[in-house]
């Protein structure tokens, strides 16, 4: 039965491919959060722009333009900080993305070394099995000459 020596090597690798996969996907998830609340920032903007656009028309009070400037300037705000936001998360995904990749191919690397190893056991054991064939096949040669040997002296 073949044994790898690097078994528990390569156990340890995969179970940290697992957990970069999975910090990779958690933060992958908030990104996505994340530039969903910039979308709705964006939204709220534009549609507060167009209201204050539509307040030109009627009778508004100089409170009220006031009021929704102030808060136009609180959504800008909001909204550059969630760019920043969505930047930093989005730098951060590229980096758990850079050790996932990384922890894959070390995994796959041993992987490739197993399956040398598996393959390099097979060819010994076939080439074993074939040599004991052939010493087993001559031995029955040999004792067949000798039987024959025999019957010629008698």
């Given at each position: ?8 090597v ?42 204050l ?56 690397v ?13 060819t ?14 001559i ?16």
């Amino acid at each position: 039965m073949f044994h790898f020596k690097l078994q528990p090597v390569l156990d340890y690798r995969k179970q940290i491919e697992e957990q970069f996969l999975s910090e990779f996907a958690d933060a992958k998830r908030r990104l996505k959060y994340e530039k969903e609340r910039l979308d709705l920032l964006e939204s709220k903007k534009k549609d507060l722009i167009t209201q204050l656009e539509s307040m030109g028309e009627g009778n508004v009070t100089v409170a009220d333009i006031s009021l929704c400037r102030s808060y136009l300037k609180r959504i800008r705000d909001d909204e550059s900080c969630q760019r920043e936001v969505v930047l930093q998360l989005d730098g951060d995904l590229e980096d758990k993305r850079i050790k996932l990749v990384d922890a894959i191919k070390k995994r796959k690397v041993l992987e490739i070394i197993k399956e040398k190893k598996t393959e390099e056991y097979r060819t010994n054991l076939i080439h074993n099995e074939r040599k004991e064939l052939d010493e087993f096949g001559i031995t029955r040669s040999g004792r067949g000459k000798k039987i024959e040997e025999t019957d010629n002296y008698l």
